[in-house]
């Protein structure tokens, strides 16, 4: 009898043969790892909404680095947690502050290490907002001056990569002024290009201490329900110089990676969000899920939807998993 059907599962039979043509593939090269650092000695504090993330002090960073390395990461993303904040962020943009040390204590030791600064000044302002407030508002243009401070003295610091998180209308073109300015021409800037005003973001403010304390961040912060308009904002970011996109959170909007891979050239990162991850973790705990196969899923759907790179708290799990 002449077969009227495809033979799809011809290619389904083997384990070798799923390997052979297999479309996408996580790479242990494709992970960012993101750290928080604190001020401190012998500190690693687990933060409670995130099992297995922790807040490190610079000596148990060192310790940490040496785990990152041996595994294969190539790339971190730096958070840091000061114990001085104020109204204008001045530890953002402070030679000598946290996360300039952090930076270049991985330099020193790890050379080959890519070390990317998230350039924002919510972590560092005492009213949590990512900018400079004037009568109850985040002042756009003000901030700016204060974000290219900031990138500069990050990029002294050792930092290889500049990832403006805080969405203030012109911050690329801004940063990219005040490095060229600075002799930093060399170094790239990976732009939070599409980041939403998102309630994915509540475990990584425990962890970064950037609650803000009064308000929301709507005002600059994009829409959930908007999509056109993460294009509008990328389109300009790719127009005032980023070298990198990133679309965040990642899994709840996965459509916006394939969007930004589909319309420009530039690589895209997709950030995996601490929410997203703690809630894979919380249901692991409880034994509702298989965590490898979920996490491994998650990230294999990010490439397949176009991601070059992942932002993810499961880097290390991942990375002994791939290993083995």
Avoid at 37 to 62: F, H
Avoid at 150 to 163: E, L, N
Wanted: net charge negative; proline share 3%; charged share 25%.
């Amino acid at each position: 009898m002449a077969q009227s059907f495809d033979r799809h599962r011809r290619l389904r039979k083997s384990a070798a043969m799923r390997n052979l043509v297999r479309e996408n593939h996580v790479r242990v090269e494709d992970l960012i790892y993101p750290l928080f650092v604190v001020e401190g000695t012998g500190i690693k504090n687990e933060i409670p909404s995130m099992p297995g993330v922790y807040q490190l002090s610079l000596d148990t960073l060192a310790e940490e680095m040496k785990e990152i390395v041996a595994l294969g990461i190539q790339a971190v993303l730096m958070f840091g947690v000061p114990t001085h904040k104020d109204a204008c962020g001045t530890e953002a943009y402070n030679d000598d502050a946290i996360t300039q040390q952090a930076m270049r204590l991985i330099k020193e030791a790890h050379p080959e290490m890519i070390v990317i600064a998230d350039t924002c000044l919510c972590e560092y302002t005492d009213h949590g907002h990512c900018g400079v407030i004037h009568e109850g508002e985040v002042v756009n243009d003000e901030t700016l001056k204060l974000l290219g401070q900031t990138a500069v003295s990050q990029a002294k610091a050792g930092a290889d990569i500049i990832a403006p998180s805080n969405m203030m209308d012109g911050f690329v073109i801004a940063i990219r002024e005040a490095l060229d300015e600075a002799g930093f021409e060399h170094i790239p800037i990976m732009s939070y290009a599409v980041k939403y005003a998102s309630a994915f973001y509540g475990p990584f403010r425990d962890a970064a201490g950037s609650t803000p304390q009064f308000g929301d961040r709507k005002s600059y912060q994009m829409d959930a329900a908007n999509a056109r308009e993460g294009l509008r904002e990328a389109a300009s970011d790719v127009k005032e110089g980023a070298d990198f996109l990133i679309v965040k959170p990642g899994l709840a909007f996965m459509d916006m990676v394939l969007r930004l891979r589909e319309n420009f050239n530039l690589p895209i990162v997709a950030y995996n969000v601490s929410a997203e991850y703690s809630m894979v973790k919380a249901a692991a705990l409880n034994g509702w899920i298989d965590e490898e196969r979920i996490v491994m899923e998650t990230l294999v759907g990010f490439k397949r939807a176009g991601a070059d790179m992942i932002i993810t708290y499961h880097a290390k799990d991942v990375a002994k998993w791939l290993a083995r």
